[in-house]
């Protein structure tokens, strides 16, 4: 059977998915195609169920969740630390609401993130990697960070307003879910909790050979110092990615809940995890 297995393009990701695309890990039987696309265009094709297992913003899993059920691996979820607001000259966090945030999605949960912390702030949507850009080049006031720029937006003469996941972690005490894996329902549950395993198994492999997955990542670095994709692989793959355990399944549970109480998210939901 074949398998579209979708995720960004990014280093964290492409860390935690090298054993399965190098055939590291067994896929049981299964043939699975990697299909790599920013995570707002991966949030906007699970509206229509494009992919058997996709990466998914937390925040755009209430749209699709008669589609898809959550896995409780393969997560980016950030203890303490998350999205950043930075800006070219200092900007006290009380004025993000008066100000115009280019940001790199309406569904991503760092959008979700920031209607929580400042509902009235304008924001514009631009693409992930060019949102440093726009704020260097002035047609932004702030800009939302996500991915890599998180430790390279100082390099480019911008300085930090707030990040979002200390505030979430100071605020409920909780880390701040940010990405997950989801799988299709119509796939049956034998075949979900199988899928699931797959994810949990090429995390675990590639956490067990940390060298060699990082290698295969640097690839998809955009150019970053190996130091730093270190770094940032470090932060976003580690034994939440392998399981969220009870504290990360509460803290998505509290992230939409506070998004629909919020009037962010229209409808609200009880998070569904599958088992396996």
Not at 166 to 189: C, F, H, I, S, Y
Not at 206 to 217: F, I, N, P, Q, V
Request: charged content about 20%; some cysteine; glycine content about 10%.
């Amino acid at each position: 059977m074949r398998i579209s297995l979708a995720h960004s393009p990014d280093s964290d990701d492409a860390f935690m998915f090298y054993g399965l695309a190098r055939g590291k890990v067994a896929a049981d039987g299964l043939e699975v195609t990697h299909v790599l696309m920013d995570i707002e265009t991966l949030n906007r094709e699970a509206m229509v169920g494009k992919h058997e297992v996709t990466a998914i913003s937390f925040h755009a899993w209430p749209y699709v969740a008669e589609t898809y059920a959550l896995m409780p691996c393969g997560g980016s979820i950030g203890d303490g630390y998350g999205p950043l607001l930075v800006a070219r000259e200092p900007v006290p966090p009380s004025a993000i609401g008066s100000r115009t945030v280019a940001v790199p999605g309406t569904l991503t949960s760092a959008y979700l993130a920031l209607k929580l912390f400042a509902p009235t702030a304008q924001t514009r949507v631009v693409a992930f990697d060019r949102i440093l850009d726009e704020v260097r080049e002035g047609r932004a006031d702030i800009g939302l960070i996500i991915h890599e720029g998180q430790l390279t937006y100082g390099g480019q003469g911008l300085t930090k307003v707030l990040d979002l996941g200390a505030w979430w972690k100071q605020e409920t005490g909780l880390p701040l879910p940010l990405g997950g894996n989801a799988v299709r329902r119509d796939l049956g549950p034998e075949l979900m909790a199988r899928l699931t395993r797959l994810v949990r198994e090429t995390v675990r492999y590639s956490l067990a050979h940390r060298k060699e997955a990082l290698d295969y990542a640097m690839s998809y670095a955009r150019g970053m110092d190996p130091g730093v994709a270190d770094r940032f692989v470090g932060m976003w793959v580690n034994e939440m990615t392998i399981d969220c355990g009870e504290i990360g399944r509460r803290a998505v549970q509290t992230f939409l809940d506070r998004g629909h109480a919020a009037g962010v998210i229209p409808r609200q939901v009880k998070v569904e995890f599958v088992e396996a």
